[in-house]
């Protein structure tokens, strides 16, 4: 029974490429968040989404980042133009209801710009 | 804007005694908080929550008290022991918010010694 899977676990990239953070959320779970962790700081929420909806994307950055939940498939944290001050932990969490604030994490994806 | 703070960022405890963690929040809103621990290269792990309308909540080892006058909650883990040894964060829901939208602190790491 896997968990939440989040791949990939490190991601470099230069300074004005994109990233693509992937997640599946857990077997049977249809809610999605994505949480970013700054070095020395908590983890910070970004995005909520179910299946090919955005539910609240109060915690994202207005320009360069972006989130996707489709109908098949894992959700996407798309960064583009990335700058160092990107660098960070993306942290993925689902669960199975709204409501249910026992999120199920992943590992994190440990993104590092150059 | 920290609204939720864990001022110790690190506590080192023997094995079998009491560890004390503690947080503090500055937002009313706030209505349901919960721990989580991280172990390195994981994500954040559920470990214990209370509502507002409670004052303390036991679970095994783990009790969380909250003190809502003064804005301060604090969990103890008796007896400790070394698989405790992890990163602590403390989180928090706002009443009427998007039930899964966290605001968590910077996160306390606590070492059990032998």
């Known amino acids: 029974n896997a968990g939440v899977m989040q791949n990939p676990r490190h991601l470099v990239r230069r300074r004005g490429q994109e990233a693509r953070l992937r997640c599946s959320p857990m077997?049977?779970?249809?809610?999605v968040y994505w949480y970013r962790q700054l070095p020395e700081e908590g983890l910070k929420f970004m995005v909520y989404?179910?299946?090919?909806?955005?539910?609240?994307e109060s915690g994202m950055p207005k320009e360069r980042f972006s989130a996707e939940f489709p109908k098949e498939g894992p959700s996407i944290l798309r960064i583009q133009q990335v700058v160092r001050g990107d660098s960070a932990a993306y942290f993925c969490?689902?669960?199975?209801?709204?409501?249910?604030?026992?999120?199920?994490f992943g590992s994190g994806t440990q993104l590092s710009v150059l | 804007d920290q609204q939720v703070k864990q001022n110790s960022p690190s506590l080192s405890v023997q094995e079998g005694r009491i560890s004390i963690l503690n947080c503090d929040y500055t937002?009313?809103?706030?209505?349901?908080f919960l721990w989580y621990k991280k172990y390195p290269a994981e994500g954040p792990t559920f470990l214990i929550s209370?509502?507002?309308?409670?004052d303390k909540n036991e679970d095994g080892r783990f009790t969380v008290f909250l003190n809502k006058s003064a804005k301060h909650l604090s969990l103890h883990i008796v007896p400790s022991q070394p698989g405790d040894s992890a990163v602590y964060f403390c989180?928090?829901?706002?009443?009427?918010?998007?039930?899964?939208?966290?605001?968590f602190g910077t996160g306390t790491r606590l070492q059990v010694t032998l």
């Open positions: 969490a689902s669960s199975p209801v709204q409501g249910n604030e026992k999120l199920f």
């Open positions: 077997k049977g779970h249809s809610h």
């Open positions: 989404l179910q299946k090919e909806n955005i539910i609240d």
């Open positions: 937002n009313s809103m706030f209505d349901y």
């Open positions: 209370i509502s507002s309308i409670k």
């Open positions: 989180a928090a829901r706002e009443r009427g918010g998007t039930a899964s939208k966290l605001t």
